[in-house]
């Protein structure tokens, strides 16, 4: 596994690039935690550029949500969250905080046709919100292409021989300050 370097970083980026759901998961009160599957509105850790872009910040990722939910009684409550992201041969998990804004300007930067499902009233419905998620950390596990062919082929031999698998591979997994 590798750990903290720019490569690893542009790789991640890549890697979230292609994901448009996640997992965020919350703090309760009582020491425990809460996933919910939720849309990205925008992927800021997927820009090559690492710029704030049209007033989006670059490193985050943006979800959109109705500020009644429990989600956001709990952000405020205690801001750190994981994000975790999965596919069939790719898997992230992100730890960070996350903010509440209830700003209009950036509600209509993140605004899309899809979202009006949840906000019948559009992006002037009086209770959309933008959840706003700042990693400090991210790991990830790549399997793609021939990642997966070379797991596939470990497994299979591991499996014949009667041993554990050995995973885990320095381009296969790395860790990510952000």
């Known amino acids: 596994m590798n750990d903290h370097d720019e490569g690893n970083q542009d790789h991640l980026r890549k890697i979230i690039g292609a994901f448009n759901t996640g997992m965020l998961v919350t703090q309760l009160p009582n020491d425990s935690s809460r996933g919910r599957p939720m849309a990205i509105a925008k992927h800021g850790l997927a820009s090559e550029s690492r710029q704030d872009i049209d007033g989006l910040k670059a490193n985050v990722l943006y979800f959109v949500t109705n500020r009644n939910a429990p989600k956001v009684s709990e952000i405020i409550a205690d801001s750190r969250a994981v994000v975790t ?17 209830e700003e209009k300007g950036l509600v209509a930067r993140l605004w899309s046709a ?10 002037e419905d009086p209770n959309i919100c933008v959840l706003t998620f700042s990693p400090h950390s991210a790991e990830y596990w790549d399997n793609g292409g021939t990642k997966g062919l070379d797991f596939l082929f470990d497994a299979v031999t591991a499996y014949v021989k009667g041993e554990k698998i050995k995973t885990g591979g320095a381009d296969s997994n790395g860790r990510v300050r952000l």
């Not at 992201?85 to 804004?101: C, R």
């Not at 979202?115 to 559009?122: A, N, R, T």
């Open 85 to 101: 992201l999965q596919d069939s041969s790719h898997f992230v998990s992100l730890t960070g905080t996350v903010s509440v804004s």
């Open 114 to 123: 899809p979202l009006k499902i949840w906000f019948p009233s559009g992006q």
